[in-house]
């Protein structure tokens, strides 16, 4: 293996610190940072990631409230829900957790945020203000992708991007970020022509296509920074008492990557745990905007 292991645990790590040390400065002026996560429904791997997300939120000393809604619950009263928090004084930060029910419409719900409470980046307003290149709301996985890659290559400016994966949620802010960074991006997805010589193109590969290991390490250009995003539960066997083991790989193989990748983020322990550290980070940054308090950097 070649490539330097960019290791996203422990940047996360680093961000909460700096998290917890900005809520104790603001706390002691009067003011706690408040994070409200809705759940709607029973999807596992959705339960897990809110679990996650109330766990780290009080351990940088804010406020969670967590919010379990059943999954026959009805739009109206989610927008009632959202409604009511968006009035809340002690609610800075609004996170609806997605996948939602089918009778739900998402677009709808994330809508009905208030932008200013809109930590996840999606309402349309946040949107808008990050491809005009104003200050936004950004979306926590591409954000914390954005940071690994300005830590470790410094500028990212005239680097050539190929973003895998088109989504509203991933792929294409994470182009617009890259964008604003001066890269010459491209967007790749389910249609595009010869995928390999697109990728094998890029100075930085961003993987966000939800295919388990679907990128060989044949299509990544020597040197080439791989940031993988998928979170993909494959089989891996039989434990010993019989029940099926199962383990988690990203969008790109891992080893044949990084065998010819100059970096390289591992899953897990690369984007995931910088999604919710960054989720911490905008929280905090709505909460001091909301306050008139000097955001943090
Ligand atoms: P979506 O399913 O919404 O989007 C997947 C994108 O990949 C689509 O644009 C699709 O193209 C494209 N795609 C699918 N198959 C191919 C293919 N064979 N070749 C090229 N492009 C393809 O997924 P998300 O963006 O929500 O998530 C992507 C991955 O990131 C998932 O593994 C998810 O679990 C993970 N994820 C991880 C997070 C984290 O915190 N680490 C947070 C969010 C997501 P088309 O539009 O043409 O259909």
Redesign the pocket.
Known sequence: MTATIIDGKAFAARIREQVATEVARIKAAGVTPGLAVVLVGEDPASAVYVRNKGKQTVEVGMESFEHRLPADTSEADLLALIAQLNADPAVHGILCQLPLPDHIDADKVLAAIDPAKDVDGFHISNVGLLATGQKAMVPC?PLGCLMMLRDHHGSLSGMDAVV????N???KPMAQLLLGDSCTVTI?????RD?ADVVRRADIVVA????PQ?VPGDWIKPGATVID????RIDAGIKDDGTPRTRLVG?VDFDSCAAVAGAITPVPGG??PM?IACLLANTLTACCRAHGLDEPE
């Open positions: 996985t895998l994966g088109r989504s949620i991933v792929g790749a997805h389910s249609r595009t995928l966000a296509v939800g295919r679907m995003v998928g979170i993909n969008d984007v995931g999604t």
